[in-house]
């Protein structure tokens, strides 16, 4: 009896260092690694645009302008209102741009400011304009310029190498007022009306990616002297706050245009300036992490462990294609974020060993493995 019980223990040594050595080398033998195959519910993304940008949601951004001219300023003032679809009922005034108004319920836009004012011209000129949600819209406009002209006339694009860009007029389509559009069959000039001296001026908005992120405002300060106060005059990028932009001088020497040039010398100065609320990000750490990520496939790991990850995922994922045209209501600190969420996972991964018994018995105490018909062995 002793030398069967010996025995007994030395096949079941023998049986133990066997299967072990079945772990790496014959899963036919019982083992099941899981190393099967499976695809993953996610795939690569890349990189559409090499500038992105982080937008507030909700923002409303400035499309196509519209521009009138009346003798009468309450006249000019309601057909602008009328040509754009703006409602003073449903309008407010844009936080920090003293002139512009919104009514996002029309998607239009008002500004409040006549274009020759303090001239003693016989025009006055309103601007108004169009709006959309959507910052990667073919026509969300990227920057707003002026044409200055001592001669008259204008083109209905005009291409800045030194910028990148094309700009485009903004026209009339007949009779003072229109609906916006690229092309009609008029401008009108902002300082209409103010004699023969007085330089002509026309309003540009640019659609090129290139040239930046979209705008969601767009006003014209009035200064009593002949002076760019608060530092602009000196070449400040910025005038107003953060993210404005003095309006570009597309044809001149200077590099911020006075809206009454010519008119003179008791004419107001006025400028224009521009805003956008778009940061640029970078999301190439968190798109290298997530298609890598999306390689590792759910039979190589536990079901709690791969959640994790596909969770993770699916945050990458939001962010990813919403970048892909070039916004995403997500910030620098929630692409970071989404980023590190996948890393974690993906080191936290588990791999299961599993044991299939071939028939056998699975308990707490013990495992019996049954090998062909008749020997067993228990670990």
């Given at each position: 009896m ?8 030395g096949?079941?040594v ?7 050595l ?5 899963t ?8 099967g195959?499976?695809?993953n519910?996610y ?16 923002t409303i951004?400035?499309?196509n302008?519209?521009?009138?001219y009346?003798?009468?300023?309450a006249?000019a ?10 409602s003073?009922?449903?309008?407010s ?10 009514d996002?319920?029309h998607s239009a ?6 274009t ?6 016989t ?6 304009g169009k709006t ?7 026509n969300?406009c990227?920057g ?13 694009t ?9 700009w485009y ?6 009779n ?6 690229f ?5 009108v ?10 330089a ?7 659609y090129?990616?290139?040239?930046g992120p ?8 009035a200064?009593d ?8 005059k000196?070449g400040?990028?910025?005038y107003i706050?953060?993210g404005?932009?003095?309006a570009?001088?597309l ?11 010519g008119?003179g010398?008791?004419s107001?100065d006025l400028?224009?300036y521009?805003?956008?609320p778009?940061v ?6 968190l798109?290298?992490?997530?298609n ?8 190589n790991y ?5 959640t994790?990850l596909?969770?993770?995922l699916?945050?990458g ?20 974020n989404?980023?590190s969420a ?8 588990v791999t299961p ?11 707490t105490?013990s495992?019996?493995?049954?090998i062909g ?6 670990l």
């Open positions: 002793k030398v069967k019980t010996t025995l007994k223990k096949i079941s023998l049986l133990s260092v066997a299967m072990v079945a772990l790496f080398f014959f036919d033998l019982g083992f099941d690694l899981g190393l195959v499976e695809s519910a795939n690569t993304i890349s990189k559409a645009y090499d500038n992105e940008y982080y937008y507030p949601s909700g951004f400035l499309t302008f519209s521009l009138c009346y003798q009468d300023g006249d003032r309601s057909n602008i209102k009328s040509s754009v679809g703006y003073d009922t449903n309008g005034l844009y936080p920090n741009s003293y002139h512009m108004f919104i996002s319920v836009m008002y500004l409040d400011q006549d020759t004012e303090g001239t003693g011209g025009y006055y000129v309103y601007i108004g959309t949600t959507d910052p990667a819209a073919e969300a990227k707003v310029g002026f044409e200055t002209s001592e001669f008259g006339g204008y083109t209905d005009l291409s800045v190498s030194s910028m990148g860009s094309v007029l903004q026209n009339t389509g007949g003072n007022t229109f609906s916006p559009q092309h009609g069959d008029g401008a000039d902002l300082n209409r009306g103010c004699g023969s001296d007085s002509d001026i026309h309003l540009y908005a640019t090129d990616r290139n040239r979209a705008i969601d405002a767009f006003t014209i300060i200064h002297e002949d002076e760019m106060i608060d530092g602009a000196a400040n990028t910025y706050g953060a404005w932009y003095k570009v001088a044809n001149s020497t200077s590099d911020h245009p006075d809206l009454n040039r008119c010398s008791k107001r400028f224009g521009y805003h956008t778009c640029a990000v970078n999301s190439d750490a798109r290298t992490a997530y890598n990520a999306v390689a590792y496939s759910s039979s536990t079901a709690d462990s791969y994790t596909q969770s993770a699916q945050t994922y939001v962010i990813l294609t919403d970048l892909l045209d070039g916004y995403t209501t997500s910030d620098q600190t929630a692409i970071n989404a980023k996948i890393d974690s996972a993906v080191s936290n991964l060993v599993g044991l299939n018994t071939q028939g056998g018995s699975l308990s105490s495992t019996t493995v049954k018909s008749a020997t067993t062995a228990t």
